[in-house]
Every structure is written in C-alpha cells, then in structure tokens.
C-alpha cells in the first residue's frame, strides 16, 4: 500500500510540475498532449551526491520516446551531458503502467529512462539537474528539475545491477544457478563476491562486455566491460529457498550491495542430463572431401574412417554434467550424428590417428581453462572438451551418404545415461575434387553465439580458401555491410593467425588468415539476426562460409 501511495504522489507531482515548468516555453510542445507525465526519481531532490550520478525516471505521453537529453546548471548547448546514444530509454515500468492503464497498448508503454553523468566534472557545490524528453512525433518537454549538492571529497561504493535471478525466480532445469549482473565504481571495482544463504560462495568473473551499461555511463572507460558472471552448480544445494547476494569491493576496501534475490531449488538431481555448446562449425557451413582415391604418393587412409586426412572437417565444443556427488560421476562420452545416424562416439572412436602425427581425435575430455573460469567447482570443467574429425569424401563414397544438405547433432552422455542433444548444427555436404570448387571454411570468434552487442561492434574471425581468400564480406539478414570506420564493403583481411596455421596446414594463406569488420548495429533493429562470412576466392567465386546468430540491444532509437 505503501509504494502504491508513494508512486501516485510522485506522479502527481511530476504532472503539476511538467505541464507549469518555465523552461516548457523553450520545447516546439504545441503538438503535446495535453496529459503528459513524468518525473526524475533519481537523484533525489536535495541529495548530496559523488563519483557517478545515477538518474532515472519515467515520461509518458502516448508516444514512443525518440530521445531523452540531460542538463546540469542550465538548458543551454553548453550545458548538455548525455550525447546521441548515451541514455538509456524504452525500459519496461510495470509499476508507471499499473497506475495509468490507458497508455497500456500504447507506442509509449515503456515509459523508464536511465542515465549518468560524473560528479567530479563539476566543482563541490550545488547543481540542478535537467531532463528534456522529446518522442517521435516531435513533442517536446521537460520534467521538473532536481537540486543536488555533489561532494567529491565522498567516496561512492560500488554499485550495479542483478540482472539474475529474477526475482522470485526458479533455477534452470538443468541444475545451474545463473547469476550475472554489472558493477560500476568511480574508481576502480576490485572483485565482486556471490554469497548463497550468507555464506561466499566465489568470485564472481568479472570483464563481460555490457553495451548496454556503457550507453548508460558515457563517462565511464571501465562500463563496457562492466558485467560480471558466475555459474553455480545448484545441485550442491537442499531442495527449498534460497537466497544469493552479490556485493562489489572496490580498491579502497569499499563494499557495495549489488542485489538480493531469492530462489527456489527444486532438482531431481540424479536424472538431470549434461549441458554444453557446439562451437565450430557455423550453421549452414558446407563441407567438403575428397571423392576420389589421393593420389600415388599423398596421405592415404590406413582402413579407418580417415582416407585423406589432408581436408577434414572438425566439430569441437564441451560439455558438464551436474549432481555428480550424486551420481557415478559426470559426462561419459558424446555422440556425433549424421540426420539420426551415429557417426562418432567418443567412448567408441577415441584413439590416436597416425595420420595425424599421432594425435589424439574424436575424444571427450581436452582441456579447456575457459569452460573452467566461467564453471567453477564443476570438477570435469578444466577438461570438458570434445573434438571429432570427419572425412567427408569417406562418407560420401564409402557410407552411401549423398551430397546435398543434413542435420550434425551432438549429444552428450552421464554415467547414468541421461543425455542431452546439446546443439542441431544444419551442414551441406559435397565433393570438391578437380574441376569443383572447394568451398571456404571460416569462423566469427566475435560475436560470440546469441552473444548481445550494441553500438559499433568488431566482428573478428578467420577464414580460409583452397583456391585463396581474395575479399570476406559480412551480410546481415542476407544484406551486405558496410564497415563504420573503412566505408568499405569488405572485411579487412590477412591478420596474422599461427593457431589456423596449425590446425590446417594444407590450405594457402594459413598463417595470416584473421579478418576483421566494425559493424554499425545501431542500422538494424534491436532483435536477433544472422550474420554471415561470405568469402571471394582467388577463380572469382563467391559463396557462404556459414552463419553466426546474434542480438543487438542498442536500447535507444537512432537519431
């Protein structure tokens, strides 16, 4: 009842103060509507303030907001803090909407805003705070203004958002607690610590690129890398409520509440199945082999399932199995299928390929340190990863397989044989011998898979020709890109890459096969798209080398 009270005396408030304030003489608001609504609930008024200033409110008019800018001491060109896309708008605001149903269903139904501006910009002392929002239909006005007294000589604690667990919410279903967020500090945040039911569970990983927070905190160098995660094995956990804390310390030794949330464990432990991720191939990538015998004096099979070892298409990924205290201990061996039809299985198919220079292939269990830093206290996590190596041309001509399109599934087994198909990958498979033209093969590093970007993004990769990589070009929703910083249509193209070289020795170009594309996401919509490496080799053809699915939040509309 309280909060009920408190937001309608905010909202009356900011009626009477929008529609009477002086300064509304300076906006084009002829064309408003004559119920315009909205207040800045953050910094309060008379507040004493340091380090990052945080605002935040609502304004309401019917309209979708088009742009939100900020003033401190005066409304003038001068005085303007925030800069085009560094304000956070369209935030959902349940409890605005409860009290002013008619603007459900409305473009302007997500009324929030959030911004910031550095205290130490400005000399101790008294300061007045403006916010002027305009919508797309060009109205424009100004919210009532807020007095501050910044104090620079105060030292901020950390401070931040939990972005997970929601709250009172539920843990995946497959055993492990979520729990990430971001942290800010005006000096520098130290390390951020998770407590489940008031006891440190670890630290979290900090460093995770947030878009997001750094359009809200211009000012701040450290906000784009500002997020942090960790994963929390919840099957160590009694089923019931539970509650995590996250708290940042900065490098003063001053701690800082990030958020609180309950959740509620409700696992049956021993029959919850493996999790992971595939990560090479791309989806839509075309592989190729050899269909015809090599040649005298080339790699030859020796009766496996490798006959040319010199083009072998790989599939590489981990996998982590939870409740292993409760079971007979974690994953036991992932399976490669071919449209339902077992190709390779890890328990079966291990082994060292002479061909290979001895190596160890189609295996679980290759070390992987960053499945490790990101999975703490999993115990199979610093060995998590599975590799297979497929002869494409063996398929083809020895397995009654035929060229055209199929489904890669990879599924991934416990010792209590519960499995998980951790990833449908669609490949097209083909003969690229002679006359044919061999496909490109390629990666994007960055993004990363539903990895979610914002503003000017570098997309990184590799990508490698038989027949030599002459242009990369990078399609979005099958639409060419133009890179923000060159102007060029094309990716730039040769960064060194002694890794590629070593997993392909065959293929020219190995050695200096990275590419890089600066992406304007600000030019497509705030969704999920595709993007795609589309490769030029050295006889003029042009084909697809596979596809990598993002999101894009720029959180603001483009000006």
Request: aromatic letters at 10%; glycine letters at 10%; proline letters at 7%.
């Amino acid at each position: 009842m309280k909060r009920k009270a408190l937001v309608i005396s905010v909202v009356a408030a900011a009626v009477t103060l929008v529609l009477g304030h002086p300064l509304a003489a300076q906006c084009p608001s002829a064309s408003c509507p004559s119920q315009t609504l909205g207040a800045i609930e953050l910094p309060v008024d008379g507040s004493t303030v340091s380090g990052y200033v945080l605002i935040r409110g609502f304004a309401l008019d019917g309209n979708q907001l088009s742009s939100i800018d900020v003033y401190v001491d005066g409304t003038d060109p001068s005085n303007l803090v925030s800069g085009v896309g560094g304000i956070k708008m369209q935030i959902a605001r349940p409890d605005v909407m409860q009290q002013f149903p008619a603007y459900l269903g409305t473009a302007g139904a997500q009324p929030g805003f959030e911004a910031s501006f550095r205290a130490s910009n400005y000399p101790n002392g008294v300061h007045t705070v403006h916010i002027r929002v305009t919508d797309t239909s060009g109205c424009c006005f100004f919210l009532a203004p807020r007095t501050i007294t910044i104090d620079n000589s105060i030292n901020q604690p950390p401070f931040g958002g939990l972005d997970y667990p929601l709250p009172k919410g539920t843990v995946n279903a497959n055993g492990v607690l979520e729990v990430f967020g971001w942290t800010l500090d005006d000096t520098r945040v130290n390390h951020v610590d998770v407590y489940i039911d008031g006891l440190v569970e670890r630290q979290a990983v900090t460093g995770v690129v947030r878009a997001d927070v750094a359009a809200a905190f211009p000012d701040s160098f450290d906000a784009v890398t500002s997020g942090f995660i960790l994963n929390v094995d919840s099957t160590r956990l009694p089923n019931g409520v539970h509650e995590v804390t996250v708290k940042a310390v900065d490098d003063q030794g001053q701690t800082g509440l990030i958020g609180t949330r309950q959740f509620q464990v409700f696992s049956n432990a021993p029959s919850l199945p493996p999790f992971g991720e595939v990560e090479y191939p791309l989806l839509n990538a075309t592989w190729f082999g050899n269909c015809f015998r090599p040649v005298t004096g080339s790699p030859s099979g020796g009766g496996g399932d490798i006959v040319d070892p010199r083009y072998l298409m790989r599939v590489y990924g981990w996998a982590l199995d939870t409740s292993i205290a409760e079971e007979r201990g974690g994953v036991s061996n992932i399976r490669l299928e071919l449209d339902g039809v077992v190709i390779k299985d890890s328990r079966i198919n291990c082994h060292r390929e002479f061909l290979l220079n001895n190596a160890l292939i189609d295996c679980y269990g290759y070390y992987r340190p960053d499945v490790e830093v990101l999975y703490p206290g999993f115990p199979q996590a610093p060995n998590a990863g599975f590799q297979f190596f497929v002869d494409v041309g063996y398929l083809l001509t020895q397995k009654g397989i035929v060229e055209g399109a199929h489904m890669l599934q990879l599924k991934a087994y416990d010792k209590e044989d519960n499995w998980t198909l951790v990833k449908e990958v669609p490949v097209v498979l083909e003969c690229a011998t002679q006359n044919l033209d061999p496909p490109p093969i390629a990666y994007v590093e960055d993004p990363t898979n539903y990895e979610l970007i914002g503003g000017v993004w570098p997309v990184t990769g590799w990508a490698l020709d038989l027949d030599n990589v002459v242009r990369v070009r990078i399609l979005i929703d099958g639409v060419p890109q133009v890179d923000a910083i060159s102007g060029n249509d094309w990716a730039e193209y040769g960064f060194a890459s002694p890794d590629i070289a070593v997993l392909y020795p065959n293929y020219p170009q190995n050695n200096a096969a990275r590419f890089r594309f600066f992406l304007d996401t600000t030019k497509i919509s705030n969704s999920e798209h595709d993007l795609n490496v589309e490769v030029q080799d050295g006889r003029g053809f042009r084909r697809s080398a596979g596809t990598r699915r993002f999101l894009v939040s720029n959180r603001t509309l483009v000006r």
